[in-house]
């Protein structure tokens, strides 16, 4: 029974140091606004500054149902920053360095590293990427040059309704990884609980959305600079809509 019990104590440790971990970070995910696709940074509903991050996107991409290229790029437009979709890429791709970020012992989050920020409890340079699908797949979606995490469904085709099973595979520099954490719903539930990528790099869930569905991997590796800060810590969402019944 003490043994039960000890190893129900550390479950529960360990669930919390996950939901904690998910709960500071912030992503990058498309959404349509006003008829028009743009790249959104924040968390849940806290739709934050992206135009002010601009310089901070390395990369925007896009690709036709069959994974080929296709030119898309992103530029601000007022408070938003819009995806030039004329092309009609089926699939859009775009990564974001957030920079070296320490926080210290009052929970303030600071951008510089733990060589500038000795008291830092944490320091953690941070990497954003997001994939967008806009339209059907004639084949499963590939890795995807420059995104080291990125979450793919491992069928080409969507389920159609909200609560239908969707597979998806966690992808780290092109390959699958154990251990990514899941969250369905990043935009709804931010602070869900995560579910881990299994040996495969697969995961299973239902799709929560009949309508914008954004789906967020988190891993954490180690650190490139280690003088600097303690880890890296990949986000990557996958975004897309199933239709609402006609009018």
Same mark, same amino acid.
């Given at each position: 029974?003490?043994?039960?019990?000890?190893?129900?104590?550390?479950?529960?440790?360990?669930?919390?140091?996950?939901?904690?971990?998910?709960?500071?970070?912030?992503?990058?995910?498309?959404?349509?606004?006003?008829?028009?696709?743009?790249?959104?940074?924040?968390?849940?509903?806290?739709?934050?500054?992206?135009?002010?991050?601009?310089?901070?996107?390395?990369?925007?991409? #896009?690709?036709?149902? +069959? @994974?080929?290229? &296709?030119?898309?790029?992103?530029?601000? /437009?007022?408070?938003?920053?819009? !995806?030039?979709?004329?092309?009609?890429?089926?699939?859009?791709?775009?990564?974001?360095?957030?920079?070296?970020?320490?926080?210290?012992?009052?929970?303030?989050?600071?951008?510089?590293?733990?060589?500038?920020?000795?008291?830092?409890?944490?320091?953690?340079?941070?990497?954003?990427?997001?994939?967008?699908?806009?339209?059907?797949?004639?084949?499963?979606?590939?890795?995807?040059?420059?995104?080291?995490?990125?979450?793919?469904?491992?069928?080409?085709?969507?389920?159609?309704?909200?609560?239908?099973?969707?597979?998806?595979?966690?992808?780290?520099? #092109?390959?699958?990884? +154990? @251990?990514?954490? &899941?969250?369905?719903?990043?935009?709804? /539930?931010?602070?869900?609980?995560? !579910?881990?990528?299994?040996?495969?790099?697969?995961?299973?869930?239902?799709?929560?959305?009949?309508?914008?569905?954004?789906?967020?991997?988190?891993?954490?590796?180690?650190?490139?600079?280690?003088?600097?800060?303690?880890?890296?810590?990949?986000?990557?969402?996958?975004?897309?809509?199933?239709?609402?019944?006609?009018?």
């Amino acid at each position: 029974m003490k043994k039960i019990v000890k190893l129900t104590a550390m479950a529960a440790i360990t669930t919390s140091l996950l939901a904690g971990a998910v709960a500071q970070a912030h992503g990058i995910w498309f959404a349509q606004r006003s008829t028009q696709l743009a790249l959104l940074y924040g968390v849940g509903a806290d739709d934050l500054d992206i135009v002010k991050r601009a310089s901070q996107v390395s990369s925007v991409s #896009g690709f036709d149902a +069959a @994974g080929k290229p &296709v030119p898309t790029s992103a530029a601000p /437009d007022g408070r938003l920053m819009l !995806v030039d979709t004329s092309n009609q890429p089926a699939v859009v791709a775009a990564v974001l360095d957030n920079g070296t970020w320490s926080k210290t012992p009052e929970g303030k989050w600071h951008k510089k590293g733990k060589d500038e920020v000795p008291n830092a409890v944490v320091s953690e340079h941070t990497w954003k990427y997001a994939v967008h699908l806009r339209a059907p797949l004639t084949a499963p979606l590939g890795a995807i040059p420059g995104h080291v995490l990125q979450v793919a469904p491992v069928a080409a085709t969507l389920p159609p309704m909200l609560g239908d099973p969707i597979t998806l595979r966690v992808l780290y520099k #092109g390959k699958p990884v +154990a @251990g990514a954490r &899941v969250l369905h719903d990043w935009v709804n /539930d931010p602070d869900g609980q995560p !579910v881990l990528s299994g040996a495969d790099g697969t995961v299973t869930l239902k799709v929560r959305n009949q309508g914008l569905n954004v789906i967020v991997a988190i891993l954490d590796t180690p650190p490139d600079d280690p003088a600097k800060y303690n880890k890296t810590e990949h986000l990557a969402s996958l975004s897309f809509v199933l239709p609402h019944a006609p009018e």
